[in-house]
């Protein structure tokens, strides 16, 4: 979702060519014994007058909001579009309080100086919201900047179905309560399968089933909402502090989930369950008894509960503990280590990032993990790998959260 189509320049209202043999190709006719349906590879379609001005505002709100302050005339040169466009569109921006005018450049440049513009940073606050966490929900007033301004969580109480949706709504509510700085979008992260439409499918720790989240909160709120998968969510904001545009975060829990980006876009999956990894089994040996009724899923080895219930009967103290503490952690990288292998060499993955608690997951677990993968994986296609703790902590769902509101609102990331 990071790179949005704003960042692949200006769309004109000129008809697109086909933009290769292959793309018009798939759009002949189909003959009997091929595809029976065509799919074009690339948009071929003519682009709607009002489709590409959606497409350039955007493009315009995210080179300001990437580079800072700067004039009309750098805004043009840098998205390809033409200076009375830009005034246009900037003007628009103007009236609607999304860009402000800073007053003069001061440079030795001749002629009149220019006039700085950059997004209106404060105009507007963002509502992020977890609900991956096992004992509450938390919750934080986001700036555009992805800075949290304000915080606030609610036990969870083990509530589920609708008593657990009332406490969203509750902690919502007491979010919008905390800033009176206009409010441009909901976003939330829940466990679980969501598809695009903020549905939660299935999230059988909150024992929610076919719940319209997104839907429900806009309705009540009056508000843009965004409702998807947890890791999916904090991907977002991973993806925003890397330099990568194709990334796996794997999200360490009380369970284990994955959210995926590839070429710069996000991927659901046809079932919206990309990145499922947690009841992947691992091996054929077997392994301890999971929730899902299967032996030895991947969450039975790395989930936080399990890990740590394992460390404690380990003992605390002595070398023998140590020792096999280190040995408990260092076999649940390992595990972690072949479950990603054939997934890094598929995709040939350049960042895999972990995020849950660093006191497991910083040392031997991370060791046998990277050790693993280079065992398992050509190292000559996959030198650059890296794998990494995440730099976002406990935040990241709060801020991915944010980062999903503003892509789906603003266009911007
Ligand atoms: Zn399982």
């Not at 990145?275 to 054929?284: K, N, Q, R, S």
């Amino acid at each position: 979702m990071t790179a949005t189509d704003a960042q692949r320049g200006p769309v004109t209202t000129e008809p697109t060519p086909p933009t290769s043999p292959v793309a018009s190709e798939l759009l002949a006719a189909p003959v009997a014994g091929t595809f029976s349906r065509s799919r074009a590879l690339r948009p071929t379609g003519k682009v709607l007058p009002e489709h590409a001005r959606t497409h350039n505002r955007a493009l315009v709100l995210q080179t300001l909001y990437s580079a800072g302050p700067q004039s009309r005339a750098d805004v043009a040169r840098e998205t390809g579009l033409t200076r009375v466009t830009i005034s246009d569109l900037v003007a628009a921006l103007i009236a609607e309080g999304l860009v402000i005018e800073l007053g003069q450049r001061e440079d030795a440049r001749p002629g009149k100086p220019a006039t700085l513009i950059d997004v209106d940073r404060g105009a507007f606050h963002i509502i992020g919201v977890d609900l991956s966490e096992h004992e509450v929900f938390r919750g934080a007033v986001v700036g555009l900047d992805g800075q949290i301004i304000e915080r606030d969580e609610i036990a969870r109480d083990a509530a589920t179905g609708e008593a657990a949706v009332l406490l969203v709504d509750r902690l919502v509510e007491r979010l919008l309560a905390r800033t009176s700085t206009p409010v441009l979008g909901i976003g939330i992260g829940s466990p679980g399968v969501v598809d695009p439409l903020g549905v939660v499918r299935s999230a059988p720790n909150l024992g929610w089933s076919d719940v319209a989240l997104q839907e429900r909160l806009a309705e009540r709120f009056a508000l843009p909402v965004h409702v998807a998968n947890d890791a999916n969510v904090g991907v977002l904001a991973e993806h925003g502090s890397s330099h990568h545009d194709d990334l796996l975060l794997i999200k360490i829990g009380h369970g284990v989930g994955a959210g995926l980006i590839i070429g710069g876009r996000p991927v659901v999956g046809g079932g919206f369950a990309a990145g499922e990894i947690g009841h992947v089994v691992v091996g054929t040996d077997g392994g301890p008894r999971c929730a899902c009724g299967k032996a030895g899923c991947l969450e039975t080895w790395l989930a936080v509960p399990r890990l740590t219930a394992r460390l404690a009967a380990a003992g605390a103290q002595g070398e023998a503990a140590a020792s096999a503490r280190d040995d408990i952690l260092r076999e649940a990288g390992r595990r972690l280590g072949i479950v990603l292998a054939p997934v890094v060499g598929a995709l040939n993955l350049s960042e895999v990032v972990l995020s849950g608690p660093a006191e497991l997951l910083d040392g031997p677990l991370h060791e046998a993990t990277v050790d693993t993968l280079r065992k398992r994986t050509m190292a000559e296609f996959n030198r650059d790998l890296r794998l990494r703790m995440s730099e976002q902590a406990e935040d990241i769902v709060l801020r991915g959260a944010a980062v999903m509101v503003l892509s789906g609102q603003l266009g911007v990331s």
